[in-house]
């Protein structure tokens, strides 16, 4: 299997995560489940295998992607299809970031999963064509770097005050030593008007944003603890009762704790787990 995740070039490691290509992915389960981590997606298949997403509670296929698709900042778990000897390359934009490329509000996309031609016009497909016929990670990565270059519009940016807010969450997931209205006050606008800018450039308002960033703080403890203390990890995530913290992993991930221990415990990745 080949599978690489490299940075993209320096004009666009800023907005861009990573890269994440991947060939001859051999699961041993057929759906996994996906748990939103505040990243939007632009997804590829390079071996004409079409995916679903399927509904949550009964796992019937919903809706079916072929060649390029973009996922928005899901708000809740997704299902998905996990194919056989599959070839994906996906970009994965900053949270906030997208907006100089996608050229429209996240708001108009969150909680979404779409075709991309719907955002980006037919020159994906142009795109994915060549992704499809280079032989080499290099080759395919040069192309996407050329394509964001190509995309690149620097007149749609998040205002200066949202990029200030996302570091001021990321560095402070679990909200102890930061609060909202010291956040809004520093950007110099009005609630109303900080959290409509904020909700057009990453997709979510700062306080789902912030849920998000601090259930993502829970898988990683929950994997490294020989000894599982719920009480504990939910102390240590700020949640300021048991039942919060109940409520928030079962919204965020489908599982009550206790039954996430019985059936991802060790599973090792911390955003997508195989349930059939």
Known sequence: MIFEMPRPSASHDKYVECFIYFKGYMPQHSIERVVPDGHVYLIFELDNLPRYTYINDSLKPDRTFTKCWFSGLQKNYIS?????????FVIKFKPGE?????????????????????ILGEAVF?????????????EKFD?????????????????????????????????????????IEESGFSKK??????KKSVG????????????NCIIPKV??????SWPQISAECGFYDQAHFIREF???????????LTEQRGHGEVNFFPIQ
Do not use: W
């Open 223 to 228: 994997q490294q603890e020989q000894e599982i």
């Open 126 to 138: 142009e795109l994915r064509e060549k992704l499809f016929n280079t032989n080499t990670p290099k």
């Open 143 to 183: 192309l996407a770097n050329q394509f964001l270059t190509d995309l690149f519009y620097s007149d749609f940016q998040p205002h200066e005050s949202v990029y200030k807010a996302i570091e001021r969450l990321q560095c402070d997931p679990e909200f102890f030593d930061t609060t909202m209205m010291q956040i």
């Open 80 to 88: 998905i299809s996990a194919l056989p000897d599959s070839e994906m």
């Open 98 to 118: 997208a907006i100089p490329y996608l050229h429209t509000t996240l708001d108009e996309v969150s909680n979404s999963v779409i075709p991309a031609e719907q």
């Open 250 to 260: 079962r919204q965020f991930s489908g599982y009550n704790p206790e039954s996430f």
């Open 204 to 215: 979510v308002t700062p306080k789902y944003f912030q849920r998000i960033l601090r259930f």
């Open 193 to 198: 008007h900080f959290i409509d800018l904020f």
